[in-house]
C-alpha cells in the first residue's frame, strides 16, 4: 500500500474530502471518470519535461483543489541532478507543493496534497528536468472543488 501525506493548509481534511478520498481510494477508474466529467485536469512529467505546464484552468471564484500525486519512477540524483516539481497557481507557483515535497520520493508513493485557489488562476506545475543521469517521474490528477467544501 502506498504511502499518502494529506496536507489541507496545515490542518486535518475535512469531512467532505476525506469522504471524497475514501470514494476513489483504489479506484483508478472513479479518478478518470471524474477528471473526463471536467472537475479537474492533470498531466504526467518524467525527467526530461522542463517548464511550466497549465494542470487545470482557472474560472470565477475562489476554489479547494485536491491533488493525488503518484511517483511513477523513483526521484533520485544518479551522478546528476534527479528533476524537481512544484505545484500552486499563477504568481505563486509553490503554494500547494514545493520542490522539497517529492525531493527523493520512492517508486509508487502517492501524496494527496489540498488547498486553496484564488479566483481565475490555472493550476500550474513548474518542472526542471534531471541532469545526466538523475531519474523521476510524477503523474497528477487535480479535482477542482467547491471552497465551501
Do not use: H, W
Not at 18 to 46: E, N, W
Not at 84 to 100: H, N, Q, W, Y
Not at 129 to 142: F, H, K, N, V
Amino acid at each position: 500500500m502506498a504511502e499518502r501525506i494529506l496536507t489541507v493548509g496545515g490542518n486535518r481534511a475535512s469531512r467532505p474530502i476525506a469522504q471524497f478520498l475514501k470514494t476513489i481510494d483504489g479506484s483508478p477508474a472513479a479518478v478518470t471518470a471524474l477528471l473526463a466529467a471536467g472537475l479537474g485536469g492533470g498531466g504526467a512529467y518524467i525527467k526530461t519535461d522542463a517548464g511550466v505546464k497549465t494542470l487545470a484552468t482557472g474560472t470565477a471564484g475562489a476554489k479547494k483543489v485536491l491533488l493525488i500525486c503518484t511517483v511513477t519512477e523513483v526521484f533520485a540524483n544518479g551522478t546528476g541532478a534527479q528533476p524537481t516539481v512544484k505545484i500552486g497557481e499563477v504568481g505563486s507557483d509553490a503554494s500547494l507543493a514545493a520542490t522539497s515535497v517529492f525531493t527523493g520520493a520512492t517508486l509508487n508513493k502517492v501524496f494527496v496534497l489540498v488547498g486553496n485557489l484564488t479566483a481565475s488562476t490555472n493550476l500550474i506545475a513548474t518542472v526542471t528536468a534531471a541532469t545526466l543521469t538523475g531519474t523521476g517521474g510524477l503523474s497528477i490528477a487535480a479535482f477542482i472543488l467547491p471552497a465551501s467544501i
